[in-house]
């Protein structure tokens, strides 16, 4: 499956509210960024994750696509370059994501799955015929519109301060607003939608609206049961609600909110870019306290994917993951965020990896 997934256009924006926990990046759901498909630009970027024994050099010879190449022409041949990258020796499966934009061009991620690398644990699709309440998923559609128009404007600032989403744009904001009442009226159905609902949409609609609850405490466990989701979107939107409460309860503290985040953690290891894109946004917050077994965990899992990700092209991406390096370096966050606005990128990335090696030889 080819995802597409529209972001903030502007990561010097972005830095600057992360730094008072008031980030403002918009992250459209994937049903609306498809939306966008037919109107993307052309490829301004082609990333790879995943190689670890495979060469670089081996996977571009095998993608046969090159910047500026239309996005429509390789989403429609998409199964065919999976194919020949499945066909490296040593390579288990791959997928592409487009991503929408940097500097005015689509992002090509391609992910790759070397054999004996260790894959996700997802639950199989639960099988049972609840679903959610007809005005719920109205309001749904209704966003996935205002949400292509805000895009289309370049209004796409959101305000997270109160652990969930609302749109700078007002018509997407109405209908976000509404699901604060839907989440008060029917949490009893989105949870019971989430766990057991057969339809995929409607099981990313519950994870997107119960969100919304007023009791973050209560509502976590449902979003880190839906994180081991077999459906892409489902995990998608549990990971970014789950990464707007992380930046609310660091600001929150007496609530006591807890986010675990052992399985953030697996994820930034996945085949499927919107996981690791997620989880990263989730563990830039959660590693804000410098929790030992935290940094120690993602030091003995993660080092690789973070360092990959952190020399991703577009800085907006890339972002995420150098903060956590820098913090597994031990670095205080001002040096860090002076860092990353100077571009001194291999600086941090190679702090990072002296303090894993060192605590390795101890």
Sequence with gaps: MVGIVKVAADPGQSLRCM?????????????????????????GIIDFYGLRQVSKEQ??????????????????????????LEAIPGVSRARLSFVCCDAGKAILYVGIEEKGASALQLRPAPQGKVRL????????????????????????????????ALSHNPAARAIEERYITFAARDLN???????????ANQRANAAQVIAYAADKRAIVPDLEYAMSDVDGEVRNNAMRALGLISGFAQNHPGLKIRVSPGPFVDMLNSLIWSDRNKSSM???YLTERRDPALLADLREHAMTSLIEMARWKSTGHAMTSFVILGRIAGLPDKEIFDDWEHGDREKVIAAAMKTAADIRGR
């Design 19 to 43: 730094r008072f926990h008031k980030t403002m990046i918009l992250f459209v759901f994937l049903s609306t960024a498809m939306a966008l498909a037919e109107q993307m630009p052309s490829i």
């Design 133 to 164: 309440p007809k005005d719920v998923v109205d309001a749904d559609r209704a966003l996935d519109n205002a949400m292509r128009d805000a895009v289309v404007k370049g209004d796409t600032a959101e305000d997270d301060s109160h652990g969930y």
């Design 59 to 84: 996977a571009q010879q095998a993608l046969q696509i090159k910047i500026g190449d239309d996005p429509k022409r390789v989403r429609g041949e998409s199964k065919q370059v999976e194919k020949r």
């Design 282 to 284: 989730a563990l830039m």
């Design 189 to 199: 159905i989105l949870r019971d939608v989430l766990h057991n609902s057969a339809d």
